[in-house]
């Protein structure tokens, strides 16, 4: 039954009483809304709700009203088919006519006041454009560009929300035809977005002008409110740009064609952000909701020209853009003012679009030749003139000399630690630890710094090998093996060495690693100052990263250092330590022989790290370097039984994290497969940890299945002889293959497993579930996986000539039904 108009009180209540913090009326409300759904009308309810003048106030109530519409967009609005005709019925609930009624109200109440309720009606909006736009719904840009014309600052914010939010969710659409759509939109309504968005950019470098010679703060407090609101609506126009411009036109690099927006916008950005950049400073004291949009403004300009560059590289290369925007960037990494030094993110957007330049694969010299008497120029010869010419363009703003500066610049002004950096290390090494070497690249600066560092020295490592060794040399030189003070000399060294780690597989022309270790790094690792911590840290990064320069003669003193330092007292080199290590061992010319008295010493560390180890991360760390220890080394016996205690007990303190059980499990199926038939001493521990692994009701079957399936391959394949409690695991595997067949090879090999160490008290006590199995295998799997059965058919008929038989009929008649199909289809294709 249809809801009415007579129903909107009820409708009311129901969504009063699911916002009650009484559980006895919020969950009947929340039911009978759950039920109305899918009612014809319910939406328009909604929407009245929404709307209604009289509860203007109650925005809680309308938010939910939102809410409700949104969500029952996405289920009941796609027209389905009949499944018994080819016409078209609307699913469930709304009809065509309130379809109509409810686009019609929605483009009519543009000009909500509430922001969050305003945010949700643009998003519901775009999610109804997305299905009907533009057959169901072709006047909906028309009318929103209509109503632009005469909207109030208010108004047309809500406007650009609803134009920008659509665009965005229309992008997203990959058909050929929706992608003309996007395109048809683009041509239309770009010159309009453009134009005010620069008569706003204008409004508010005035407003901003006036506030910032405005001595009260109070003034014209009107006037602020409506100049903030017109940044805000600025800042979506500038979304509505970007969307237009990388979404309504074929990326450059596959097509070729020019996209003119590009060479007029970038440059009109660039100026904007350079317009708005003084502000950065000046609203700081006084107008702090300004200051943060200044800081806003400048970001998103900055991102919106790397996204241009990304999506539009040779239009972007252009004479009129290439060179304003990277000696602009440059410019700001080499001399910043000193305002804007402390503006880390705008400084972050600024390397990165360097960093997009100098790695674009389109400016790159092409190594494609050209087919001799080939008639016309082809589309690589095309791409191969335009990189010529972005070439040059690029040769000259990037010289040698500032190639050099800005690698000086990078290493000296940006790798070099800070005092809010050592402040945090002094407090917390562990967190400081994973902060340095997990954060994303693109989200603190020093991260920036050294990726943008590593493109810049790829791209001319014949310049800078000299650069980085002479910067190296200068820093040791500045700091002595001795000194212990934490001075800028330092820091300076810090930075070198890190600078030095990461391009070592370019700098090894240019450094020999043996001597720098002798005569510098091993040095350092005497000095056992506190404030040396700096200097060590590096030092283990250092060691793990030119690994591949470690030779046989230097093998076994890095190996003590490494030890060394895994002994120290801060935690932040003891995870270095430990992850460099990781590298050295799993390195393919790790020394078995070298390390080998170092091995009782190294476990009895890592043991000791996990129990002082805070943070979750650093357990999986420490897991990872015991997994990798006991892959690669030969003596793992003797230190069976405490490592059997070290996993009983990480077992027991990890319930509820599963990345590091999961660690867990890799490491322990290692373990076993090195104990081969001495594994049974483990027995105690291990099969517990298995069978809750395997146990698909347990809770955390969804994320350890996999890997306890695995252990529980590598426990049967080593196993001596069958245990009783390793026997009754088998009932596992029937629930496991009636879930998914993802495992189905594991499976394969456990069941051969089974089979051949259970002999006939297996097959007394779980034949009904074997041939569970096979049937279930035979009717479900493709043709690879009954080809991956086939040794288990015959290892069960040799192991029980007299059993197997009639165990296996009803397979064997599946298989060969399976073959006569196939052998019919074939037959039907031949003739």
């Known amino acids: 039954m249809a809801l009415s108009a007579s129903d909107l009180p009820t409708m009311y209540s129901l969504l009063a009483n699911s916002l009650s913090g009484d559980e006895r009326l919020r969950k009947p409300a929340e039911a009978a809304l759950s039920q109305s759904e899918s009612r014809p009308g319910f939406c328009s309810c909604l929407m009245e709700v929404i709307t209604a003048k009289d509860l203007a106030s109650q925005t809680d109530i309308r938010l939910m009203a939102s809410v409700y519409f949104k969500n029952s967009i996405g289920r009941y609005w796609r027209n389905r088919r009949d499944s018994s005709s ?9 009809s065509q006519e309130e379809k109509i009624y409810l686009r019609t109200k929605l483009l009519s109440h543009l000009r909500e006041e509430n922001y969050q309720i305003a945010l949700q009606l643009a998003v519901l909006i775009s999610k109804i454009a997305r299905i009907d736009y533009p057959k169901e719904w072709p006047e909906l840009f028309s009318v ?6 005469s909207a109030d600052i208010l108004t047309s914010h809500r406007i650009f929300m609803v134009i920008f939010r659509t665009l965005k969710e229309l992008s997203t659409k990959r058909l050929s035809s929706d992608q003309r759509n996007f395109a048809e939109i683009s041509s239309h309504f770009f010159e309009y977005s453009w134009h005010l968005w620069q008569r706003d950019v204008q409004t508010i470098l005035n407003g901003f002008s006036a506030l910032a010679q405005s001595f009260t703060l109070n003034a014209s407090m009107e006037h602020q409110e409506d100049l903030y609101l017109t940044c805000e609506r600025w800042l979506l126009c500038s979304k509505i740009i970007r969307q237009l411009i990388v979404s309504g036109f074929p990326s450059d690099a596959k097509s070729i064609q020019e996209v003119q927006p590009v060479k007029e916008v970038c440059p009109v950005i660039l100026n904007a952000v350079q317009s708005f950049l003084p502000y950065y400073s000046s609203f700081q ?29 040779y239009s972007f290369g252009d004479k009129c853009v290439l060179p304003l925007v990277m000696d602009f960037c440059l410019n700001q990494i080499t001399n910043p003012e000193p305002s804007i030094v402390s503006f880390e993110q705008f400084m972050i957007e600024c390397m990165i679009m360097v960093k997009s330049i100098n790695e674009c694969k389109e400016y790159k010299p092409s190594l494609t030749g050209r087919v001799i008497n080939e008639n016309g120029i082809t589309l690589e010869q095309m791409k191969k003139n335009i990189s010529s010419v972005v070439g040059e363009i690029l040769a000259s703003l990037l010289p040698k000399d500032r190639v050099i500066l800005l690698c000086n610049i990078l290493i000296r002004r940006y790798f070099v630690f800070t005092a809010s950096d050592l402040e945090e290390w002094y407090h917390n090494p562990e967190s400081f630890h994973h902060e340095q070497d997990m954060v994303q690249w693109t989200e603190k600066l020093r991260p920036c710094a050294e990726a943008l560092y590593i493109v810049l020295f790829e791209n001319n490592s014949q310049l800078l090998g000299p650069v980085v060794v002479s910067i190296l040399q200068e820093a040791m030189n500045g700091c002595p093996a001795s000194a212990t003070e934490i001075s800028p000399a330092m820091l300076l060294k810090d930075a070198a060495y890190g600078a030095t780690g990461h391009v070592y597989y370019e700098l090894s022309n240019y450094l020999n690693f043996k001597d720098w270790f002798s005569g510098a790094l091993s040095l350092e690792l005497t000095n056992d ?33 490494l030890i060394r330092l895994l002994q120290g007292k801060d935690f932040a080199v003891r995870l270095a ?35 002082e180890a805070q943070e979750f991360d650093s357990k999986v760390q420490i897991l990872n370097l015991i997994s990798v220890l006991i892959a690669h080394v030969d003596e793992v016996t003797p230190f069976a039984n405490k490592l059997v205690e070290f996993f009983q007990k990480v077992w027991e303190e990890s319930t509820g994290e599963s990345l590091l059980q999961i660690q867990l499990l890799i490491a322990l199926r290692n373990f076993v497969v090195v104990l081969g038939y001495q594994s049974p001493i483990c ?62 090879q594991a499976a394969v090999n456990i069941i051969e497993g089974y089979i051949i160490l259970g002999g006939t008290e297996f097959l007394n006590m779980h034949a009904s579930s074997v041939a569970k199995l096979l049937d279930l295998i035979v009717g479900n799997v493709n043709d690879r996986g009954l080809l991956s059965m086939l040794p288990v058919i015959e290892i069960l008929i040799q192991c029980f000539p007299m059993e197997a038989p009639p165990l296996i009929s009803t397979t064997l008649q599946g298989m060969i039904v399976i073959l006569l199909r196939q052998q019919s289809k074939h037959l039907q294709q031949l003739f």
């Open 86 to 94: 080819t016409r078209k019925i609307s699913c469930r609930g709304i």
């Open 144 to 149: 929103l560009a209509q109503h632009l014309q």
């Open 285 to 313: 004291e006084q107008h702090h909701k300004f200051w943060e949009f200044t800081k806003k403004a400048c970001t998103k300009l900055m991102k919106i020209l790397v996204t241009i560059q990304g999506r539009h590289p």
């Open 529 to 561: 100052h506190p404030n040396m911590r700096i200097i060590h840290r590096k030092v283990a990064l250092v060691l793990g990263q030119w690994v591949s320069e470690i030779k046989d003669d230097t093998k076994r003193s890095v190996y003590c250092a």
């Open 577 to 611: 330590a430990c992850r460099s290590l990781c590298f050295l061992i799993e390195d393919a010319n790790f020394s078995k022989n070298d390390f080998a008295d170092l091995l009782p010493a190294c476990w009895d560390l890592c043991f000791k790290l996990v129990e």
């Open 683 to 744: 027995y105690n521990m291990l099969l517990p940890i298995v069978q809750r692994g395997i146990d698909i009701n347990s809770p955390d079957e969804l994320n350890l299945l996999e890997d306890s399936v695995l252990l529980w391959e590598a426990t049967l394949s080593h196993a001596p002889s069958m245990v009783p409690q390793l026997l009754g695991f088998f009932r596992y595997l029937v629930e496991i293959m009636e879930r998914t067949f993802d495992h189905l």
